[in-house]
C-alpha cells in the first residue's frame, strides 16, 4: 500500500507545484504594490484553482504521453520525461484519468466560485483549464503542434499571477504583460531544455515537439535567444534583487551550447538548471515587491 501512495506521490511531480504557488504569490504582491488590500479567501480561491488546473495537466500529460515515456528509459532526468511511474507498471493507467477527472472538477468549482466574485476570471480560467488538458490530450494535443511551448509558458509564467492579480484587484492591470514577459520567456526556455533529452522518443512516435522539428542545433539557438530576450526583458522592468538569476541563465546558454557541440547525451544538470532557473527568476521578482 505504502508503494502505491509513493507512487502515486511522483506521478503528481508536487515539487513542480511550488512554482504555481511562487507565481500566485506574485500576483498577490503586485495587487498589493498597486494598492489593492489583500482579500486572504479569494487568495486561497486562486490557489487551489490555479494548482487543481497544475495537476490537471499533470496527470493528463501522464496519462496521454504513456508511449513517449516508455520509449525514454535511462534518458529520463528528474525533470523531464515524466514520472516514469506508469511507464514502470507501478501504476495502472486509469489512476492518472481518474485523478484528472477528480482535479476538473475541483477547478471547475473553483473556477465558478472565482468567477462570481471576479467575473474576468472566468475568461482566464477557461483557457487555462483547456490549455492544461489540450496540451496532451487529442484533438489539438499543442505538445506536438508546435504552439505547446508557446502555449504552456503563457499559462504559466502570465496567466497564474494574473489570476491571483486579478481575483484581488477585480481587473487585469496592462503593466503585468511587462513584469511577467521575463517569466514567459524563461518558461519557454526550460519546456525546450525538457525536451532536449526526449527528442529520439518523441520523434519516434511522430510527436513533433519545437526540438524535434528544429533540431538540437537550432532548438539549442532558440533556447538561448529566449533567455538573452528574458534578461532583456527583465532589465526593462528596472529589477532589483532579480538580476541575481542573470549568473544561471549564463550558465545554462553555455551547458546547452556545449551539450550540443560535443553530442552529450547526459542532461540531468541541463534541466535541474532550467527548473532553478525558472523558480529563482519569480522568486527574486517577489523578493523585489516585498523588500
Sequence with gaps: MLR?????????????????????LLGLAI?????????????????VLITSI??????????FDFEVDQLIGERRTWFSGGSGVLAAGELDRAVARQAMIVCAVVAVSALGLAAVQTPIVLLIGTISLAGAYFYSAPPLSLMGSGWGELSTALLTGLFVPVTGYALQAGYIDLSL???????????????????????????????????????????????????????????LSSPRWAWLSVPLAMWQMIAV?????SGGR???????????????LPLLRLIDLIT
Design 4 to 24: 502505491k501512495v509513493w507512487a502515486f506521490v511522483r506521478l503528481t511531480r508536487p515539487l513542480f507545484l511550488f512554482g504555481g504557488i511562487v507565481l500566485n
Design 31 to 47: 495587487a498589493t504594490a498597486h494598492g489593492h488590500a489583500l482579500d486572504a479567501g479569494r487568495a486561497v480561491l486562486g490557489q
Design 54 to 63: 497544475q495537476l490537471l495537466a499533470h496527470y493528463s500529460n501522464e496519462s
Design 177 to 235: 504583460l511587462l513584469l511577467c514577459s521575463p517569466l514567459v520567456l524563461v518558461y519557454m526556455a526550460m519546456i525546450i531544455a525538457f525536451q532536449f533529452p526526449d527528442r529520439e522518443a518523441d520523434a519516434a512516435v511522430g510527436k513533433r515537439t519545437l526540438t524535434v522539428r528544429l533540431g538540437l542545433g537550432r532548438a539549442a539557438q532558440l533556447h538561448n535567444l529566449l533567455i538573452v530576450l528574458s534578461l532583456i526583458a527583465l532589465a
Design 257 to 261: 551550447a556545449q551539450l550540443t557541440r
Design 266 to 280: 547526459h542532461f540531468q544538470w541541463l534541466t535541474t538548471g532550467a527548473v532553478a532557473l525558472s523558480g529563482l
